[in-house]
């Protein structure tokens, strides 16, 4: 029986040394473990699709990884992340929000990760479907507990969406910019999607999903035709591929990074990130809300987290659900 936990700790030992080779004797000595347990699973590992190259007289020396967000490579590098205590990894799955919630429901952790390569009900808002295709995305939903309180509790989809924008932008240089409420935007469509949903786990304790999706290395075919037109992938904004392990890596750290100074310091610094990267900051906007459409310029984020419309007669109005349309 394969302990998946070594493969971690192995690549964390290889991967430190990527430029050059580390001997037997230094690996069994690093992770406390005999040569041949740790040969055997070097095996499974090239099987997975790592690249590891062996030479007896220099040692083992990682080459590659594979396009997959296998647990062990997410968690490399992270294992002080609150947003990456436990990563469960899927090829395919209903929706990584659901296996989160089931996890949560049983545990009083943060920071459990879901990553399926494929979701067969991804979802949005409202029942919407969210098009999530094999290999070439990002589906991952993290628990969260954020320690702030129920009037902060607003902030979680606006800190969400600049730490994935903020990760974008990082990782690939393209200006994302943020949609309100939830969607992160290249060349005017959609490259990411955020959910957040709430529930309650067996010891009464309250938790939040945070579903993240993003496009990373979609053609237009893997996009269904009815969204073809307003949708995008890193890949084909960018015109090369990118990274999803990457990817998410920095998602995870801009997610800790900015949900700690929500909680240190309140929602300050989130607002003003949030009013850099907006679309529609100043910008004539309509929004569809239930009872038709409202229709002005962008004035930024409310104090609660509603988005403001300067109508043409002067007046502000904040509106708290709703969906933007960009003139
Ligand atoms: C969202 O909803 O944008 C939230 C999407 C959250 C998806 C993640 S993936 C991991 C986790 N597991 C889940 O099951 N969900 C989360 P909303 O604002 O309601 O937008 C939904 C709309 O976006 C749809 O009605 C389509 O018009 C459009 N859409 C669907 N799939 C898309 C895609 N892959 N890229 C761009 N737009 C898409």
Known sequence: MIDKALDGKILSVIRKNFDGYISSD?????????ISIISEHIKAMRNEGYDIEFLPS???????VPDKLYPAMVRCGLEKCRFASEVYYYQSTDSTNDVAERLAVNSDKEGIVVIAEKQERGRGRLGRKWMSSENVGIWMSIVIRPKIDYMNAC????AASVAVATAI???TGLSALIKWPNDVMIDGRKVSGILVETGKG????????????VNVNHKLNDFPAEIQDRSISLALAGERNFSRLDLVQEILKNLEKYFNILEEAGPDTIVSEWEKLSVTFGRRIKVQIPAGILEGFGNGIGENGEILIRKDDGRIEGVFSGDVIIE
Not at 26 to 34: C, I, P
Not at 58 to 64: A, D, E, F, K
Not at 202 to 213: D, K, R, S, T
């Open 169 to 171: 932008r990082e990782v």
């Open 155 to 158: 902030w979680i989809t606006p």
């Open 58 to 64: 220099l040692g083992y020396r990682l080459i590659s």
């Open 26 to 34: 230094e690996l069994v000595n690093a992770l406390d473990v005999s």
């Open 202 to 213: 067996n010891n009464q304790l309250p938790f939040m999903i945070l579903g993240i999706g």
